[in-house]
């Protein structure tokens, strides 16, 4: 894919992971469209970066999805990238939080239909342009999951299925499916799951250059290894992975932006 004149959206843009991918594809020239839940965050983002068109929208809630399109295919029909990148993370105590089932509707509704109900909203406009493409930002805990945030764990395996099916079910169209598996990067929710954690620009960087060699899915820094080990031994993996990563048992936290 072409990493220079594209129009590109990107959910959850207003920080952490989406912010750096936003800013990385507008230093590229890219016209960049970000969204999100929360008008603070989406203000603060568009003080800082003049250039990007902002659209507060909650991808849990269908008519905001279907709203923000409709203003998309008015403004910027000619967009032909979608980063989904919106997600939120619970701690998840099976054993001692009461409210660990409301917590998961929350993630899967953010996580997997949120990006589930974009994708499904994107796709006339991106099926009408010679080159185009879906970028979903799952996680090396697709492969190997974090006991700790297991929910969000679940959602991520489920976004590493859907892409595996999307990518078949639109071969033969121009639309190009690409995955991105970090490893635990330098966010709120990294720093609680713990471990080493890469920086959320050297992420965005990954993605440009995956991007760019076409390369379906995109794993960088610890996230190489551990496919290696995954792929070799799944238990030695997640061997590998619950000694890397700790949250204390009970913690149970509030809901945080992945995005």
């Known amino acids: 894919m072409n990493t220079r004149g594209n129009t590109v959206l990107v959910t959850g843009g207003a920080s952490g992971i989406g912010l750096a991918i936003a800013r990385a594809f507008s230093d590229l020239g890219n016209r960049v469209l970000i969204c999100g839940r929360n008008p603070e965050a989406l203000g603060e983002a568009k003080r800082a970066n003049p250039e990007f068109h902002v659209f507060q929208c909650d991808v849990t809630q269908p008519d905001q999805v279907q709203m923000m399109f409709g203003m998309i295919a008015e403004r910027h029909a000619d967009l032909n990238v979608l980063v989904n990148n919106a997600g939120v993370a619970f701690l998840s105590d099976f054993l001692h939080d009461d409210e660990v089932l409301a ?135 997640e061997h590998i992975l619950r000694r890397a990563t700790a949250v204390p048992t009970g913690s149970t936290g509030e809901p945080r932006s992945l995005s």
């Open 103 to 237: 917590k998961a509707q929350r993630e899967v509704e953010t996580n997997l239909l949120g990006t589930l109900r974009v994708t499904k909203a994107a796709l006339p406009l991106l099926l009408s342009k010679g080159a185009a493409a879906i970028v979903t930002i799952s996680s090396a805990v697709a492969l190997v999951p974090v006991p700790s945030t297991a929910i969000y764990s679940a959602t991520k395996a489920a976004l590493h299925s859907l892409s595996v099916s999307l990518r078949y079910q639109l071969r033969g169209t121009s639309v190009k499916v690409f995955e991105v598996m970090p490893p635990t990067v330098d966010t709120e929710v990294g720093r609680n799951i713990g471990g080493r954690r890469l920086a959320p620009r050297d992420v965005a960087k990954a993605v440009v250059a995956g991007f760019r060699r076409n390369a379906h899915e995109i794993r960088m820094g610890a996230a190489k290894a551990l496919y290696v080990a995954y792929r070799i031994s799944p238990g030695l993996a």
